[in-house]
């Protein structure tokens, strides 16, 4: 989906620094902002560790666990009366998980030796 620049390295760093940040500006309570913070900034950290190791296939697979925790946060710690934080983690969980997705066949085009082969 993305090309071989690794773009979804930086959107990733990017995401998960919104993430993190995102209490500064929004109305949260204690829980909400932890979730927010330390998922975000892993999310980030699987974005820097792709970027410079990019055929470290675990850390796709954890930026998209770390996605759908973040989707999951607002229920499981009990913050959805914070409607910014709660869409915050919803969107952002949903944009991590498509980034981490589309990682994965770039990782494994360039781990193989190219595209798929033709047969004549």
Same mark, same amino acid.
């Given at each position: +989906? ?13 995401? &998960? ?20 913070? *330390?998922?975000? %900034?892993? *999310?980030?950290?699987?974005?820097? =560790? ?16 770390? &996605? ?8 499981? +710690?009990?913050?959805? /009366? ?9 969107? =952002? &969980?949903?944009?991590?998980?498509? %980034?981490?997705?589309? /990682?994965?066949?770039? +990782?494994?085009?360039? +781990?193989? &030796? ?7």
């Amino acid at each position: +989906m993305f090309s071989d620049s690794r773009m979804q390295d930086y959107v990733a760093v990017v995401l &998960g620094a919104f993430a993190a940040l995102s209490p500064l500006w929004l109305n949260t309570n204690e829980v909400a902002t932890w979730s927010l913070v *330390v998922l975000g %900034v892993l *999310v980030a950290l699987c974005g820097i =560790v792709q970027s410079v190791r990019p055929t470290m296939a675990a850390a796709d697979y954890a930026m998209g666990l770390f &996605g759908v925790l973040l989707f999951l946060s607002p229920w499981v +710690m009990d913050y959805t /009366a914070y409607n910014g934080a709660s869409w915050t983690a919803w969107v =952002v &969980g949903v944009l991590t998980v498509v %980034v981490a997705v589309a /990682a994965l066949p770039a +990782m494994n085009t360039r +781990m193989h &030796g190219g595209g798929l082969a033709t047969h004549h």
